[in-house]
Nanobody
Framework: QVQLVESGGGLVQPGGSLRLSCAAS????????MAWYRQGPGKQRELVAVITGGDSTNYGDTVKGRFTISRDNAKKTVYLQMNNLNAEDTAVYYC??????????????WGQGTQVTVSA
């Protein structure tokens, strides 16, 4: 069984920074792409950033230049460094990963979400 556990959310003032982490565990053979999504109040879930197995990255238009996604394969962890936060970044942030398990079955996994609130 594969699990994704996020951490690092919280309350931050506008202009501040937060770093989210998402650790994968369980019967993992290979982690392919990893990504962060978010869902703000009354909004649809949207892609924030994605990093491939080859470390190529892509970002949503609203976070380009402010957020950075990275991964540590040895720790099976993906990070999201968020700088210059504003109220529009308030959302539940979800980790997503494309994982091949020990039985060589590939699947799409989600974390439980972590709340980020940007407010003065």
């Amino acid at each position: 069984q594969v699990q994704l556990v996020e951490s690092g959310g919280g309350l931050v003032q506008p202009g501040g920074s937060l770093r989210l982490s998402c650790a994968a565990s369980g019967s993992i053979f290979k982690i392919n792409a990893m990504a962060w999504y978010r869902q703000g109040p009354g909004k649809q879930r949207e892609l924030v950033a994605v990093i491939t197995g080859g470390d190529s990255t892509n970002y949503g238009d609203t976070v380009k230049g402010r957020f950075t996604i990275s991964r540590d394969n040895a720790k099976k962890t993906v990070y999201l460094q968020m700088n210059n936060l504003n109220a529009e970044d308030t959302a539940v942030y979800y980790c997503n990963a494309d994982i091949t398990n020990q039985y060589y079955t590939r699947g799409d996994y989600w974390g439980q979400g972590t709340q980020v609130t940007v407010s003065a």
